[in-house]
């Protein structure tokens, strides 16, 4: 009954390192997405994947990569980590594209760079 | 571009007090409206998905409606446990994509 679980949940970088978030999904969904949330902003796309092996960028992708080599996993890379880069990090899958039966998200990586 | 707006951005009840939260969307063509509520130090939880104008779900206290530019989330006779921050969705079909709304932070005081 895990759903989307997220790793790590915290973590402190320093401007200029780089890391990578991985987001599991055990309900076999196909669409995989990661937000971003900032105070006073919502919660904004930085990429998303439509199924195994694919990726698309969203609306805020620029200092991010991605891959979805399985269809479980969702990796985001920061190369080179900066100070706007500090934000709660949210990853979610749907069955659909079209999110009709809600999507479904981890609890969350907060990352502060330094 | 699209665009969600709610509000409040906080609202402050007492227990048993109904109220209702707003969320108005400026958008090209919109395939569903979704409601989520998000605990503290959480992500996100779904609760409602609306698809056309005059639609309504409701969901234990909470019933959403829908209109051709907001949505209401009504709260009837809300609990200490209601508090938290609703979130306001939309999708339009562009990029595989929902919009969000900043939220409604609800506290429920005893």
């Known amino acids: 009954n895990a759903g989307v679980t997220q790793t790590p949940k915290f973590r402190v970088l320093k401007t200029g390192q780089s890391m990578t978030l991985l987001c599991a999904q055990d309900?076999?969904?196909?669409?995989m997405y990661w937000y971003r949330q900032d105070p006073g902003m919502g919660l904004r796309l930085i990429h998303y994947?439509?199924?195994?092996?694919?990726?698309a960028k969203g609306e805020v992708p620029d200092g991010y990569n991605v891959s979805r080599l399985k269809k479980q996993n969702f990796l985001l890379g920061l190369e080179s980590a900066a100070p706007s880069q500090t934000s709660v990090y949210f990853c979610?899958?749907?069955?659909?594209?079209?999110?009709?039966?809600?999507?479904?998200f981890g609890s969350g990586t907060r990352l502060t760079v330094v | 571009e699209d665009q969600v707006t709610q509000s409040p951005e906080a609202l402050r009840l007492q227990e048993g007090e109904s109220s209702s939260l707003n969320c108005s969307y400026t958008?090209?063509?919109?395939?569903?409206l979704f409601w989520y509520r998000q605990d503290p130090g959480k992500g996100p939880e779904f609760l409602f998905t609306?698809?056309?104008a005059g639609e309504e779900k409701e969901k234990e206290r909470l019933k959403a409606t829908l209109t051709k530019k907001e949505s209401f989330l009504h709260i009837t006779a809300p609990k200490p446990e209601d508090s938290a921050t609703y979130l306001c969705?939309?999708?339009?079909?562009?990029?595989?994509?929902?919009?969000f709304g900043t939220g409604t932070q609800l506290k429920v005081e005893l």
């Open positions: 979610a899958s749907s069955v659909s594209g079209q999110g009709a039966y809600g999507y479904t």
């Open positions: 309900m076999n969904h196909e669409y």
């Open positions: 994947s439509v199924g195994e092996g694919t990726t």
């Open positions: 958008v090209s063509g919109l395939r569903g």
């Open positions: 609306l698809y056309s």
């Open positions: 969705a939309v999708y339009t079909g562009g990029g595989n994509k929902l919009t």
